[in-house]
């Protein structure tokens, strides 16, 4: 049997503000924009290639705008992905490499596969992270 992980609601405490952000910033994919109620609208986005879609929304979830953290994002270059980012008006700090002393700068000798990672915030302050993995050690 598959267990497939198919939604992360994400608080958010303007919708409008979130939805554009991960549409147009990030790049996601709307797949539905709903109201299947009075005071509830119900936006589902994708990110490219991804199974996995994130809910932003009216009466969605508990959690308070800006306290979601560890959410992670897998690229094939995260430089590319970094760049992209930029291109698009999003605030991301450096690309960083994971080691024992936690994590630094990269440099170009870096090897990024599955140790290059990227940081940063929707507008609310959710955390997300953008890892590279270009091939699963």
Known sequence: MDWTLEVVVVPVSDLDKAKEFYAERMGFGVDFDVTPGPGNRIVQLTPPGSGCSIVIGTAVGTMEPGTLSGVQLVVRDVR???????????????VQVAGPDGFRPATEDDDLNNQGF????DPDGNRWTVQQITDRR
């Open 80 to 94: 590319a992905a970094r760049e992209e980012l930029l291109g698009r008006g999003v605030e991301v700090g450096e």
């Open 118 to 121: 990227l940081f940063l915030q």
